[in-house]
């Protein structure tokens, strides 16, 4: 039974182009049903999270850490009452407007864009559900629910939040989305936090001795150690990884029924009003998952490793970039005819080349790359 502040058909705000309701599923179980066949997401399976695709079959990519995020999402819905199918639609669509090459391809086409309005990949993920994919006969994008869309819509600037419409109201009016959007931005955190121990750990750019003096980390593992002092090295940090994951997500859900016990949120409408999110973890924990956060971006998104090749990755994406905005015939016909529809609109030309460029996968991307300079691509 969903509690009565868990967003439901019957609270929903509805769809862009209206459609006659699902038979046999939920609004939003046919959300995540579309998010799941279209072209974006299959591409994220291409897609680096920290290690470009090539380094290695094991470590996470745009997809696996997207299934990841919807797993620990319907984890906790399911315990707080919240609707698991949202939650799940939310998880799964959150990364489809990513870059090649991680946040440092975001970074690179952001700057490309500068004089053209910019580039962000959670607006585009918007786009991509709301313009990009072309799959039904009726309307363009995936026409999702209003619902679905605020999720995955988590933080917009102000200036463009005014542009979006009805979207972007709460950021106007410092307003909340539904609790499911709310869960599916800590589920991404939980995610990415610990798998990056992971995989960082699996490529050796950090060690289990620096990882100790993090809280969240040496607390768990230190308990592994006790409990099964013979237990492989391997073995041991996945059972770490899967206790701290268990520590956070407990916490969440343990803080965030107690807030919203306190706000006195009783509908959807009641969540909405609130002036900060309710989906939350207590400070104790809040501390340790920040503490987390600066060690993974102090030793394993800034190591020499990782760096070199996100900067060689933005050196393949703005050379992209400028050489199809010089000659839109390098690119492919639906684009050319894109460019030739937009005329002499600069912004509009540029803002067509950055969905082509931001949809290419990492090995497409070299590919593309090799083809312009004459070079082999990497891996």
């Known amino acids: 039974m ?52 090539h380094e290695g079959d094991l470590y996470r990519t745009r997809l696996t850490h997207s299934i990841e995020v919807a797993q620990i999402g319907r984890t906790v819905a399911r315990a707080l009452g919240l609707n698991e199918d949202l939650t ?15 946040h440092a391809g975001q970074d690179a086409l952001n700057e490309c864009m500068r004089d053209y309005g910019g580039f962000e990949h959670n607006l585009q993920s918007l786009r991509v559900v709301d313009v990009l994919e072309e799959r039904y006969a009726e309307f363009p994008g995936l026409n999702l629910t209003f619902e679905t869309r605020e999720g995955i819509l988590k933080h917009c600037a102000i200036a463009k939040a005014r542009e979006l419409g009805d979207i972007g109201r ?20 939980i995610a990415y936090n610990n798998h990056d121990v992971d995989d960082g750990l699996r490529a050796e750019l950090i060690t289990i001795e620096q990882l100790r ?17 013979d237990l492989p090295e391997r073995r041991a940090i ?45 400070e104790p924990v809040k501390e340790q998952t920040l503490e987390l956060k600066r060690f993974l971006r102090a030793n394993l998104y800034a190591h020499e490793r990782v760096r070199g090749v996100t900067d060689s990755s933005v050196g393949i994406l703005k050379e992209l970039f400028h050489a199809f905005l010089r000659d839109p015939a390098l690119m ?17 030309r540029a803002r067509i080349v950055a969905d082509y460029v931001a949809g290419m996968t990492d090995r497409y991307a070299q590919r593309e790359h090799a083809k312009l300079t004459g070079e082999l691509p990497v891996g």
Not at 243 to 251: A, E, H, K, L, S
Not at 339 to 348: H, K, L, V
Request: charged residues 30%.
């Open 88 to 102: 799940e639609a939310i998880s799964l669509a959150h990364d489809l407007g990513h870059t090649p090459f991680g």
């Open 170 to 189: 709460r950021f106007l009016d410092k307003t909340q989305p539904s609790l499911e959007a709310q869960l599916a931005n800590v589920a991404d955190e």
């Open 2 to 53: 969903p509690a009565s502040y868990a967003a439901t058909d019957d609270t929903s705000r509805g769809r862009q182009f209206s459609e006659p309701r699902p038979t046999h599923r939920s609004e939003y179980q046919r959300d995540r049903d579309r998010i799941i066949h279209c072209a974006a997401f299959r591409r994220l399976e291409y897609k680096t999270q920290v290690f470009v695709n």
């Open 332 to 348: 492919p016909g639906q684009y050319q005819a894109k460019i030739r529809e937009a005329g002499r609109d600069a912004a509009t």
């Open 213 to 229: 003096e993090v809280r969240l980390f040496a607390e768990q593992y230190d308990a592994v150690v006790r409990r099964y002092p």
């Open 238 to 282: 996945h059972e770490t990884v899967r206790r701290m994951i268990g520590r956070v997500v407990t916490d969440l859900i343990e803080e965030t029924g107690r807030r919203i016990a306190e706000a006195g949120a009783r509908t959807i409408e009641d969540v909405r009003r609130q002036r900060v999110s309710l989906v939350a973890y207590s």
